[in-house]
């Protein structure tokens, strides 16, 4: 292998850095799961508490996954290895890669229905303003065995094509150029949408909190949410802050990253509330409103289909960064723990996602009545990496910060050797990851498993 091949990647710039880092907190979770537990859990206080979680709970312990990763310049096993010679921590850095297997598998079934309906918007087939039709259209498409399963191998072979390219000249020049035009896009939906007639009831329904609603689980829903949307607690971060220069603040670029991803969920509310109110239909929806009650909406308002066509296309693309960085972390361990060739690793790890891919895919239509503890496929995988090795990942995560790693080593990273004056916020960190922010995620754990 020549020299510059072995030579690890690191991301250009850092712009590109923030690109690639926010489009993998970008995806699904700021237009599909976001509207829908919103919608579902009484609007603004939901809000309310997803933006503490996020700061609270999921700031730090990015910030600690990117030092991390930084820190050890591998992929999130070997990380965990050259931290910790020989002990079992790097059993954090497997269960990160399996659960991004996992979530590869139900992620591009649901991407791979965005591509498709970027095709039935064009062509106008999705164009309809009876809620019925729109949910005959859905189920059409997903109990198809064929249909599905084609978008499902077309968003991977995407994603392999620009993950084989490495990750400054894959990642960061595609995230680059995709996510303002995710923005500009999102922006001109909401200014269609708060131009609407009633267009307030919707706004007011997102902003005005209404305590009455909150509970327990809300609060856990809202820390769930937190997670998934930053891509936390499973080698995500881990693999990208190994690809950060060493002059990159941190603290700095994570607490960008987490507020832009804020703004795209709200611009994402904003785009879509307004419009469900001005035409009377139901907030509530749940995961259907992306797929059934966004088309039919946008179907009754004036210019209908243009802003069809914009909105699956923007969220095609929001899921081109997220898809990138679970890829990359399977990828990036394939590649470097077993050897093999970038290129064959990112096409080979294409098609073996391709066939994990496929129950879940098909357990939407003619795999339905298969249960794997008495839940489908796509659930099962959802189930377990999104409500179990999530979790437990990003608690691992902490503990060993908090309890393994030297804790002068962390703060001396994420002071950039001492360039930076931040060492206070390294020793909260590391503070935090001690105590609180696994007990939080022991809570939400407990929860995923419906034990309270
Ligand atoms: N953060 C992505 C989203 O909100 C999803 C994701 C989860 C991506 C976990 C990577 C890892 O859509």
Redesign the pocket.
């Known amino acids: 292998m020549s020299k510059q091949l072995s030579a690890r990647d690191v991301f250009a710039s850092r712009l590109g850095i923030l690109a690639a880092t926010l489009g993998?907190?970008?995806?699904?979770?700021?237009?599909?799961?976001?509207p829908a537990l919103t919608g579902q859990n009484g609007g603004a206080s939901f809000l309310l508490l997803y933006v503490l979680a996020t700061l609270i709970v999921g700031l730090p312990v990015m910030i600690a996954e990117l030092t991390l990763g930084r820190t050890a310049r591998a992929n999130s096993v070997s990380t965990f290895r050259k931290l910790a010679p020989g002990t079992a921590w790097w059993l954090i850095g497997l269960s990160g890669v399996t659960s991004?297997i996992l979530?590869l598998g139900f992620?591009t079934d649901v991407a791979g229905w965005v591509l498709d309906y970027i095709v039935k918007s064009v062509s106008g087939s999705v164009t309809t303003t009876d809620p019925a039709a729109a949910k005959l259209i859905f189920d059409g498409m997903v109990t198809s065995p064929i249909e599905p399963v084609i978008w499902q191998w077309v968003m991977l072979g995407i994603a392999a094509v620009i993950i084989s390219k490495g990750a400054s000249k894959g990642i960061e020049k595609v995230t680059r150029v995709l996510l303002p035009m995710l923005f500009v896009l999102l922006i001109v939906v909401c200014i269609r949408s708060v131009t609407l007639p009633n267009a307030s009831e919707g706004l007011r329904f997102l902003f005005m909190p209404d305590f009455s609603r909150v509970d327990g689980t809300v609060v856990l829903t809202a820390l769930g949410l937190a997670f998934?949307?930053?891509?936390?607690g499973?080698s995500?971060m881990l693999t990208y802050g190994s690809y950060f220069r060493d002059d990159v603040n941190i603290p700095f670029m994570a607490t960008r990253v987490v507020i832009l991803?804020l703004i795209v969920s709200m611009l994402a509310g904003v785009a879509i509330f307004p419009a469900v109110f001005a035409f009377g239909f139901e907030p509530t929806a749940g995961p259907s409103l992306l797929f059934m009650t966004i088309p039919a909406v946008f179907a009754s308002m004036p210019g209908g289909y243009y802003f069809t066509v914009i909105f699956f296309f923007l969220s095609g693309i929001?899921?081109v960064g997220?898809?990138l960085?679970?890829m990359e972390a399977v990828v990036a361990y394939v590649s470097e723990g077993l050897s093999i060739d970038r290129r064959i690793a990112a096409f080979g790890t294409a098609i073996f996602l391709g066939l994990i891919g496929l129950p879940a895919t098909l357990s939407t239509g003619v795999w339905a009545h298969i249960k794997m503890f008495g839940m489908t496929f796509f659930d099962f995988y959802d189930f377990l990496s999104s409500n179990l090795l999530?979790p437990i990942g990003g608690m691992a995560t902490c503990l060993f910060i908090g309890y393994v790693l030297n804790k002068e080593t962390f703060v001396n990273a994420l002071s950039n050797n001492g360039a930076l004056n931040n060492q206070w916020l390294g020793r909260g960190i590391v503070s935090l990851c001690r105590f609180v922010t696994p007990a939080l995620i022991l809570v939400i754990l407990l929860q995923g498993l419906n034990i309270f």
């Open positions: 993998s907190a970008v995806g699904l979770g700021n237009i599909w799961k976001f991004a979530i992620y998934f949307k930053l891509s936390l499973m995500i991803d929001a899921t997220a898809i960085s679970l999530m």
